[in-house]
């Protein structure tokens, strides 16, 4: 067995590395641009639904009251009429994304945690290299990706979407696989 506290530093050397990564694949490369197109008449769109003053918060349209409201057929009706949709508000303005960044390594650090915990309770110091990396990276890989399939599958988020976000998981994973198998404790 191997203790956290013999980890930090692929802990976080792991999380940093991550970080930086994204970064230059979220902002360096084109890889991301078509994840969300504009809705046509975007300024329309927004004039028209800028004096219900929505508050931040997800929302779904149309939304039954209830099961039986969702089996009526004023209900159905809407529901052809169109749009559906689920909505996600954000507040006006800029988006800071100091804070946003933050909590990004925070999630880093926490995927890196449970990598190494689990690895540790597998593991003694001195594990061969490809045995931390399967292990790590196989978490790791749940971490960053495996969640973001359940948005495709219950609200429509474009496949697309997903599968690039899963491949950047699985870099991800890959990268912090590798930092805790060159760390790994002898």
Known sequence: MTTLDMLWLPILLSSVIVFVVSSIIHMAMPWHKSDYPP??????????????????????????????DMRSPEFTEKLKKGPVMMLTVWPNGPTPMGMNLILWFLYAVIVGLFAAYVTGRALSAGANYLHVFRFVGTVAFMGYSVALWQMSIWYRRAWST?????????????????????????
């Open 162 to 186: 997903t599968i690039k976000a899963t491949i950047d998981g699985l870099i991800y994973a890959l990268l912090t696989a590798g930092t805790f198998g060159w760390l790994w404790p002898r």
């Open 39 to 68: 809705v046509p008449n975007q300024d329309q769109l927004m004039d028209a639904l800028r004096p219900f003053a929505i508050p931040p918060g997800d929302y779904m349209v149309p939304r039954p009251s209830d099961r039986q």
